[in-house]
């Protein structure tokens, strides 16, 4: 299970908060690539901390239990990078503006910047803040845990709304990857608005229709 020896290794404490940071929704073809930030308290891992793990691990209705605890419990961000963006700059980097985004949403709420933000992957984004990287952080690092379960089920939910924009695609159940059904859907329907066509499904039924 993730703990907080990382981020204790870095420093966190009252005086230099390191926050985790994840993301959600780089493999979709629709919908924004959403981040999330999660500072957790210094001291004793809290009871309410019980069970997070990395989100991809954990059943739906356990992600959406822990998350209403972490936003009750510990200040947060939310950082959300659109399919325009995706489309205009690539995948990776709007979900490095998705994460800046997350961040400075954070500082918002705690009244300055983290001291250093600690980002699950190899890639560093570039941030207000220092950035330390943590290879399969989500599985590693409680705060990036906590991070990506915000990141999910906001993202969940955000997919959920489209989907009733656009039946027919099944965003309620596959939150716009790549599935059989999706794919098909595609074809049938067409590409929507919110489809990535920077995305080799969706441009490739795009040139059809030209």
């Known amino acids: 299970m993730p703990d907080l020896s990382h981020e204790y290794r870095l420093g ?6 390191v926050c985790g940071v994840d993301e959600a929704g780089r493999g979709p073809l629709a919908g924004p690539v959403v981040a999330g930030a999660v500072l957790l308290p210094p001291g004793a891992i809290p009871a309410w ?5 990395d989100s991809k691990k954990v059943k ?3 992600r959406e239990a822990m998350f209403t605890r972490i936003i009750a419990h510990s200040p947060y961000g939310v950082g959300v990078a659109s399919v325009e963006e995706i489309d205009a700059v690539n ?11 997350a961040v400075d949403d954070l500082a918002t709420k705690i009244g300055r910047l983290p001291s250093l ?3 699950d992957g190899n890639r560093p984004p570039k941030l207000r803040c220092r950035v330390e990287t943590l290879v399969e952080g989500d599985a ?11 990141a999910k089920v906001t993202r969940d939910k955000i997919m959920g709304q489209l989907a009733v924009q ?3 695609y099944g965003w309620e159940r596959n939150q716009g990857y ?9 074809k049938k329907l067409g590409p929507t608005p919110h489809h990535r066509r920077s995305f080799a499904p969706v441009s490739e039924q795009l040139s059809l229709t030209l």
Do not use: K
């Not at 901390?49 to 793990?53: A, H, R, S, V, Y």
């Not at 790549?178 to 595609?186: D, K, N, Q, V, W």
């Open 12 to 17: 966190h404490g009252p005086d230099f908060p």
């Open 49 to 53: 901390c019980d069970g997070i793990n």
């Open 60 to 62: 739906q209705a356990q």
């Open 91 to 101: 995948i990776l980097q709007a979900t490095f503006l998705a994460m800046a985004r």
């Open 117 to 119: 933000a600690l980002v």
């Open 140 to 150: 590693l690092s409680l705060s990036i845990a906590a991070a990506s379960i915000v």
């Open 166 to 168: 656009y039946p027919g």
């Open 178 to 186: 790549g599935t059989a059904a999706h794919l098909a859907a595609i």
